[in-house]
């Protein structure tokens, strides 16, 4: 088995009550080391929820649940320091300074280093790979907002996690902060190998950072697949247009890459302004939330 084949994170038949009202019935999905599913879904979906639970910061009320081959309800400090959480905004320590408050963060990680892991991050190289260098010397409490998402985005670095939490993490970003952190995140799964946990509305955002996709409504898994699998389910077969001695072609095909290669293996150069047309994430999302919505509204 290879590392890739590893599972990081296995959830079957989840299930979470607050009070009387049930917001995850039934989620199930499994997540390999090494990977990005994005989490999406509505406001209210249940994608906090479940992330939460995954973190080990609230109890469910049923279901099975490993990450990193640890129940999260049972999780120790060991298995924690493996694990890093972007949370929505750092409020605490505004007196601090943001180079003084990661080495700080930081040495709690030392003891638990591994092979091939040294923990900490090492404070100064961190703050340069989030775009924080200006303003390494800065107290917090004079960052601006995008800086201190940044600086959230760090929190949940320093210790060199194994799985990495992202939870709606570039809102407030702007659009150069937020191509920034998109190939910092590319950087950490390609080199480091870090599963990443992503929820976002930014369609955009999951298009480029996720290898998966997984929908969730009404706290129940609508979706589950890559991109170009769930755009093939709602939107039928890819598209695929080229010009061949001067004439226009249209084919449709479930596998739109061995098209592409049987046509060139045939036509060589001779094939000009190869195309490949699907549905987009943000049209596959939005049909699969209205059926689904639909389905729920029906009628009995
Ligand atoms: N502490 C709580 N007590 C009671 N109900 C809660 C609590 N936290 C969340 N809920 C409810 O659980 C459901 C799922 O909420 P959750 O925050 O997980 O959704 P979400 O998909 O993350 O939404 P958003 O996209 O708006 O962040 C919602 O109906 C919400 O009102």
Avoid: C
Wanted: glycine share 10%; no cysteine.
């Amino acid at each position: 088995m290879t590392t890739g084949d590893r599972v990081a994170i296995d959830v079957g038949g989840l299930r979470m009550r607050y009070g009387r009202a049930d917001v995850l019935h039934d989620v199930t999905f499994q997540a390999r080391h090494g990977e990005v599913p994005a989490l999406l879904g509505p406001n209210g979906a249940g994608k906090t929820t479940t992330i939460e639970i995954l973190e080990g910061f609230r109890a469910r009320s049923r279901g099975r649940v490993q990450v990193l081959g640890t129940d999260p309800a049972r999780g120790d400090e060991r298995w924690r320091a493996r694990i890093g959480v972007v949370l929505q905004s750092w409020r605490d320590h505004g007196r601090w300074r943001v180079r003084e408050l990661l080495a700080h963060l930081g040495s709690y990680y030392a003891r638990y280093s591994a092979p091939g892991i040294p923990r900490p991050w090492d404070a100064d190289a961190l703050i340069e790979a989030v775009g924080l260098a200006p303003h390494a010397g800065k107290k917090i409490k004079t960052l601006s907002g995008g800086q201190r998402r940044r600086l959230d985005v760090a929190i949940g670095l320093v210790g060199r996690p194994e799985l990495l939490f992202l939870d709606e993490p570039t809102a407030a970003f702007d659009p150069q902060a937020r191509h920034e952190f998109h190939d910092l995140v590319l950087r950490l799964v390609r080199t480091g190998g870090t599963t990443v946990l992503l929820t976002t509305h930014d369609l955009a955002e999951a298009e480029k950072l996720a290898d998966r996709i997984l929908v969730l409504d009404g706290g129940r898994v609508i979706a589950d697949g890559t991109g170009a699998e769930l755009a093939r389910r709602i939107a039928g077969p890819d598209e695929v247009r080229w010009v061949l001695g001067g004439r226009r072609h249209v084919e449709k095909t479930e596998d739109s890459t061995a098209f592409a290669r049987d046509l060139f293996a045939r036509h060589g150069a001779a094939v000009r302004e190869l195309e490949v047309r699907r549905a987009s994430l943000e049209q596959t999302y939005l049909a699969l939330v209205r059926r689904a919505e639909a389905a729920t509204e029906a009628p009995r």
